[in-house]
């Protein structure tokens, strides 16, 4: 392995191949920062590109596209409060809060150090210990994936922890939004009123953009402001210095969020919006000030970002080990190494280990240069954002959007149920619903449901169908991690009385 | 003398007309043409359709840009088919049973089998049951012995109702078995659970075995002659069971689209599917190379029209 | 509060229109819509029983100040998306986005502002068409002019 990586390096420290990096990275970038344009579709536009190229190159430039993919959704994550892909959801949370403070260029920032990391760890999982995690993969059925439907749900106590009850309403809403279209199992046509373009459903970007864009950009426009952010009012000399040393001493956070996204990466059928998510929710779980989270702390950000990033790598272990892509992008990765006669699978390691390991190193080097093209290019975003005046920003957000509702499935269909979903999450937004628990309940509902039927088909053979969901061990690994979840809040308010008590006790004594 | 200039006039016109209208059809293709695919980039539609972009650009002379338009299972796209332009600028991928069945047992579809003008089928993916390579099952006797002793025995595949769904009830009457068929997203999901221990056979597409050689054991191929990729496969004809399935790709255009127009595309897809280099990739990949014509994919359709209904009036998933 | 009663209630409602939608669908169609129509029924009853409970705070009112512009804003846009397919993706994006800004202008709009902003998008539109249909080849909305 050590001659193949060091040989891979000559490969890679050539002028055209880094050119190629940097194109690639800011092709990702740009893709990941607008909503609509997702890391899966930026890589297969960018495919007949790569024909002329010869296979590790095209691999190069793709992987660097899609790391830089991920990355970008926290610009318009944070700018704008709508996640550049669905990756970046989380990263509305706390990111758009600290933009409009004032702190848009810190988070930025923030979200530039946490992906770097977040992308380097998954890359290391992927070079070191792809067999082992992969045959993990395996061992999920659709029992498993039901209940981890189920634990993603329960996130929803810590994400609304003001109003858990509207929380879960609006949990229930996406799922039941998400049922629209053709039923998994059985192919019915549900929900559609008629429509045979509600046959696939609600696409998630066009929810996405919906609830999360919209009604931000009804709101600046209703409340008449000139600007769209607090403006800082003076230039910080050497935030980019202390921002860096602000992230690095969470290791804790970006090392628990990596590793998560690493594992939910190599999933196959969960990936990004999924590890966001849930890394966001376990650093509330750890943080001794949960309370502070959504009102725009660095800490949010570092673990959404972090655990994205680290998808990439996770979900290419089994997609190099078994053969089998572990998120949609590397579905597409897929089919380039199949059309240059390369067969995924662990032959690709002995037999073509120089495209392998060039293709890996290279998203080590990817991942760092990702940092000053990221700077720069952030940078930039924020400034021209900040000083727009609303009058030309919300109507260039509008078109925007309307440009990424679009390109997903080249539907102007799309663009209207974006706009509708776009008011209806106005209005709930007034009634203090969130829309990051409706938009996990449309992410989840598929893989919960798909898991749910799936395996009461399997149980058809037990005595009682309803016992595959309780007779094997990793189900209740995930079922217990639901319960902990789900009642982890009103537990740390117990334990917090608990410890007040005895505290007074002490001091009185 | 009034009546000879009209007359002169009119000639002209109609002369003028015909010169233009030739001369568009005549410069066609002269601008990109957009391949719609209905389902996700890196499936193995899209993969078949990357295999001929390069040779069609070749044959046509222009470049071919993919277009993705998921949902419904293809039916998102294809009702979208009924209303594109049909300048031969916009050609669509079609599958078989997908185009057939689905307007069957949906009570709207967004559009008609028989309105699909489909110019080509380039190619066929025979179904093949499969188990993992350390099952106890080794020939296709095994597992029907194990499906008497076992009724209800778990069988993966790709999509409900498709071509593996169908295949597997098939399949099930012809050999008496009572089989439970699971449905998954793709055959990239159904393969993770076949090796998960899941499910404990799948009937899947032989694109798959030939992907995982070391990992899939193929017990027999639904197809009237072996596959070149898995010659040591038996197909079901040969050990007994009367039993054909699997999917067919095409393209198809607009309706409306003019003859000429649906000529040239018939033959340049005639021409990419007879390249040596598409021959080899499709094949090392587990496809069969077919190759119907415009009118040849009518009779196609018509017949498995017929096929299909019979089967979907036998399941009771008959809507219309 | 009385806000979310209404909501409660709409809620309610909306889940009993997809249960009498799940009729005709296939066991393994539905248990699933079923089971969350349930659930959603469950919980919005409990937020319309909550309401009566708990006090009323002083909140800013459900219909925000400038409702106007809000109403104003949606019909444009939604006047934009129609009007994409028929004037085709330039034409339309140039004009509406211009519109729009005139609307929300904060000071008065005078000719030299309407006609800027006119040009600055002309030019910002054509850019992202030439990026996005000519190089990298996506679709764009097309209509009878460009």
């Not at chain 1, 691999?59 to 959704?73: E, K, S, T, W």
């Not at chain 1, 789900?486 to 334990?495: A, V």
Request: glycine share 10%; net charge positive; aromatic share 10%.
């Amino acid at each position: 392995m050590v001659e193949a990586i060091s040989a891979s390096f000559g490969h890679i420290f050539t002028l055209k191949v880094i050119l190629m990096i940097i194109a690639g990275l800011f092709g990702g970038l740009l893709s990941g920062a607008l909503p609509g344009l997702t890391a899966t579709m930026a890589v297969a536009l960018l495919v007949p590109f790569t024909f002329t190229m010869d296979p590790t190159e095209g691999l190069i430039v793709l992987g660097a596209i899609y790391m830089a993919c991920i990355y970008g959704g926290s610009f318009s994550a944070i700018l704008v409060n709508t996640p550049g892909t669905p990756s970046s959801i989380g990263t509305t949370f706390d990111g758009f809060p600290m933009a409009k403070k004032g702190e848009g260029e810190r988070a930025i920032l923030t979200a530039t150090f946490s992906s770097a990391y977040g992308g380097i760890i998954g890359v290391f999982f992927l070079l070191f210990l792809s067999p082992p995690l992969a045959s993990v993969a395996l061992k999920f059925g659709p029992p498993e994936y039901f209940w981890m439907a189920v634990f993603g749900i329960t996130i929803i106590s810590s994400l609304a922890s003001k109003n858990i009850l509207k929380g879960f309403i609006g949990g229930a809403i996406g799922l039941l939004i998400s049922t629209i279209g053709i039923a998994p199992i059985g192919g019915d046509v549900r929900f559609t009123a008629g429509f045979p373009q509600l046959q696939g459903g609600i696409e998630l970007i066009v929810a996405l953009i919906g609830f999360f864009c919209i009604p931000e950009a009804l709101t600046m426009i209703a409340n008449r402001m000139q600007k769209f952010h607090l403006t800082e009012t003076k230039r910080q000399h050497g935030i980019l210095l202390k921002t860096f040393k602000e992230v690095m001493k969470k290791q804790g956070n970006l090392l628990r969020s990596s590793i998560l996204g690493t594992l939910v990466g190599i999933l196959p059928g969960a990936g990004g919006s999924v590890a966001n998510l849930v890394a966001y929710n376990e650093a509330i779980r750890v943080s001794k000030h949960p309370d502070d989270f959504g009102t725009g702390i660095p800490d949010g950000i570092i673990a959404t970002e972090a655990s994205n990033n680290a998808v990439v790598g996770g979900g290419m272990i089994p997609l190099v080990t078994l053969g089998i892509p572990g998120a949609p992008p590397d579905a597409v990765l897929y089919g380039v190494l199949l059309l240059h006669g390369l067969r995924p699978g662990p032959e690709l390691f002995t037999t073509h280990s120089h495209v392998v390991y060039t293709f890996i190193m290279s998203l080590f080097v990817a991942t760092i240069l990702m940092i000053p093209v990221g700077v720069i290019s952030g940078r930039l975003l924020h400034r021209t954002v900040v000083r727009l005046p609303i009058r030309f920003l919300a109507p260039i957000i509008f078109f925007l959007t309307i440009i990424g509702s679009y390109s997903i499935r080249n539907n102007v269909t799309d663009v209207y149920i974006m706009l509708t979903l776009g008011i209806i999450g106005y209005v709930l937004k007034r009634l203090d619903f969130h829309p990051g628990p409706i938009t996990l309940g449309l992410i989840l509902g598929p893989i919960g449901e798909m898991g749910f039927v799936q395996a009461i088909l399997m149980g058809q053979i037990l005595p009682n169908k309803w016992m595959i969901f309780f007779n094997r061990p990793l189900s209740w690994v995930l079922i217990i991690m639901s319960v902990l979840s789900l009642g982890w809040p009103f537990f740390m308010k117990r334990i917090a009385k608990h410890w007040k008590i005895k505290e007074m006790t002490i001091d009185e004594s | 003398m009034k009546r000879c200039k009209v007359m002169m006039i009119v000639f002209l016109a109609a002369l003028v007309g015909l010169t233009f209208t030739t001369a568009a059809i005549a410069k066609y293709p002269d601008k990109p043409v957009t391949y719609v695919i209905c389902f996700n980039p890196g499936g193995e539609s899209d993969i078949t359709a990357r295999i001929q972009q390069q040779p069609l650009e070749k044959v046509l002379g222009v470049p071919v840009v993919m277009v993705y338009k998921k949902g419904g299972g293809g039916a998102v796209g294809w009702s979208e088919l009924m209303r594109t332009k049909p300048d031969g600028y916009t050609i669509y991928g079609t599958n078989i049973p997908h185009t057939i069945v689905q307007p069957m047992t949906r009570g709207n579809a967004g559009y008609e089998t028989e309105k699909i003008n489909n110019v080509y089928f380039f190619e066929f993916t025979p179904d093949i049951l499969a188990v993992t390579t350390d099952s106890e099952i080794k020939t296709l006797q095994d597992f029907v012995e194990y499906a008497k002793k076992n009724p209800g025995v778990s069988v993966g595949g790709s999509g409900q109702p498709s071509a593996n769904s169908l295949g597997c009830e098939a399949f099930g009457k012809v050999a008496g078995l009572k089989l439970t068929y699971i449905s998954f997203t793709g055959s990239g999901a159904a393969v993770p659970a076949l090796l998960g221990g899941h499910v404990k056979a799948l009937m899947t597409y032989t694109s798959m075995a030939a992907r995982y050689p070391d990992k899939i054991r193929a017990l027999a191929i639904a197809a009237d002659k072996r596959a070149k990729a898995l010659p040591d496969v038996p197909t079901f004809k040969e050990l007994g069971y009367e039993f054909v399935e699997g999917a067919y790709r095409g393209v198809a255009v607009p309706p409306g689209t003019p003859k000429e127009i649906r000529q040239t595309l018939e033959k340049a897809f005639e021409k990419v599917n007879y390249d040596a280099e598409v021959i080899t990739k499709m094949e090392d990949l587990g496809f069969i190379m077919e190759y119907y014509g415009e009118d040849a994919s009518r009779d196609l359709v018509s017949k498995l029209t017929g096929y299909y209904r019979q089967l979907l009036k036998e399941l009771g998933l008959l809507k219309k | 509060m009385k806000a979310d009663r209404i909501a409660s209630v709409i809620f309610i409602l909306i889940a009993l229109v997809f249960w009498s939608r799940t009729g005709d669908l296939q066991y393994n169609g539905l248990i699933f819509p079923r089971l969350l129509i349930i659930f959603l029924i469950l919980l919005s009853a409990v937020m319309f029983g909550q309401t009566f409970v708990t006090k009323e705070t002083k909140k800013e009112g459900f219909v925000p100040k400038e409702f106007k512009y809000i109403i104003t804003s949606i019909i444009v846009v939604f006047a934009w998306v129609s009007l994409l397919n028929i004037a085709g993706f330039i034409v339309s994006s140039v004009v509406m986005l211009t519109f729009f800004t005139v609307i929300l202008d904060l000071q008065r709009p005078t000719f030299f502002r309407t006609i800027s902003s006119l040009v600055i998008y002309a030019l910002m539109v054509c850019t992202f068409w030439f990026i996005f249909h000519k190089f990298l080849l996506v679709p764009l909305p097309t209509g009878y002019l460009i």
